[in-house]
């Protein structure tokens, strides 16, 4: 069993999604039953927006920082978002054990990078976890669009280390390799919800944890007709249209390719391993669910080894204090070393 922790605009959104009984979760809860049941998820922002989520139990959600950023959230302002959760982690924490009466096995902290809730409250809460469950936690991050500004581009490459360093594995979706293939940004937070969700409801979360831990990956999912196929067209077009992280950019390590439907219509197995070889450098393994009879095959993926995604956000800081007078610049540059 999972249990989800979403902080800020973004990982409220994707918790509240989750609650919702779309096709694909109410068909594979006809296949494992109980699993649906059994979610138990929890959100928590600074803004009022959080009432109008559409489907997560009242309950089940927490509105922080009611003094300081007045059901307004943070503005994108990180050291804000960290204090004010810092602050009330109690409140945070009874929710997440009034929601969890039973242990779970892993924890998902859901949080969209470069606002403040979310980007200062995620690492908090994670420790917390940790400390506290002794159970490991992944963190789901989608990433922002350079659409949505430098200030928010600027937050993820000065706190993604933070926040890295507080989950035991983290996935990354970002948000500008969509909006960079002409979404709007709506769009694009919906696709990537849907992803998250979808590769959820077909995912073993240990084997999840198993994959991601120590490392940054990001997932993809797909559903299509459980046709003759070959595993190379599948990969081929998961790589092209359903990964969202930019792969010139990264050197993946692992491709997990998780196949769960009529698995008998797929061939081509050491075929595909040896292409992604080639392609991306990358080692394969794959596991499947078999489900008899079923027309369609639910396809997710985790690609593991996205480390270098970081490079794109490095914002050269300004020095504190200005720069040198041109005078004593001009001073340092006559003196030569010994
Ligand atoms: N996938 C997805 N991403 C979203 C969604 N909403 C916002 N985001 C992304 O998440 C990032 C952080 O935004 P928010 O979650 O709104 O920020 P916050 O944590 O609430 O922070 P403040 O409002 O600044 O306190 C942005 O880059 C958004 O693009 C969503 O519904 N789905
Ligand atoms: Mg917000």
């Not at 991050?141 to 983290?170: C, T, W």
């Not at 997710?300 to 504190?320: F, H, R, W």
Request: aromatic share 6%; glycine share 10%.
């Amino acid at each position: 069993m999972f249990s989800l922790v979403g902080i800020g605009g973004a990982g409220c959104k994707i918790v509240d999604a989750f609650y919702k009984r779309d096709p694909l979760s109410s068909l594979f809860s006809l296949l494992a039953p109980g699993k649906q049941e059994k979610l138990k998820g929890v959100g928590i922002d600074t803004s009022e927006a959080i009432s109008s989520l559409k489907h997560l139990p009242v309950e089940n959600r927490v509105l922080i920082g009611r003094s300081r950023a007045k059901g307004h959230g943070t503005g994108a302002d990180v050291e804000l978002g960290r204090k004010i959760m810092e602050e009330e982690i109690e409140l945070a924490m009874n929710a997440v054990r009034r929601v969890n009466t039973e242990k779970p096995e892993v924890f998902f902290v859901i949080a969209g990078l470069g606002g403040g809730t979310g980007t200062g409250g995620a690492p908090v809460i994670a420790e917390r976890l940790r400390k506290y469950y002794h159970v490991p936690v992944v963190g789901i991050f989608p990433l922002p669009s350079r659409s949505e500004g430098l200030h928010y581009i600027k937050n993820v490459g000065r706190y993604f280390a933070s926040v890295v360093e507080s989950v035991d594995g983290s996935l990354f979706l970002d948000n500008n390799v969509l909006t960079s293939r002409g979404e709007d940004i709506a769009r694009s937070h919906a696709i990537i919800t849907a992803t998250i969700t979808n590769f959820m409801s077909i995912a073993d979360p240990m084997l999840v944890v198993k994959e991601v831990s120590g490392r940054k990956a990001t997932i993809g999912f797909m559903r299509m007709k459980g046709e003759h196929v070959s595993l190379k067209d599948i990969i081929a077009r998961m790589l092209r249209d359903h990964i969202y992280i930019n792969l010139d950019e990264v050197r993946p390590e692992r491709v997990h390719l998780l196949i769960n439907g009529d698995v008998r219509s797929v061939y081509g197995e050491s075929f595909a391993v040896e292409w992604v070889r080639k392609k991306l450098g990358a080692e394969v393994s794959f596991s499947s669910q078999e489900v008899t009879g079923s027309k369609h095959l639910n396809i997710g993926m985790i690609i593991t080894g996205v480390d270098d995604i970081i490079k794109s956000y490095e914002v050269k800081e300004e020095k504190e204090g200005g720069r040198l007078s041109p005078e004593l610049e001009d001073l340092l540059e006559d003196i030569s070393p010994l």
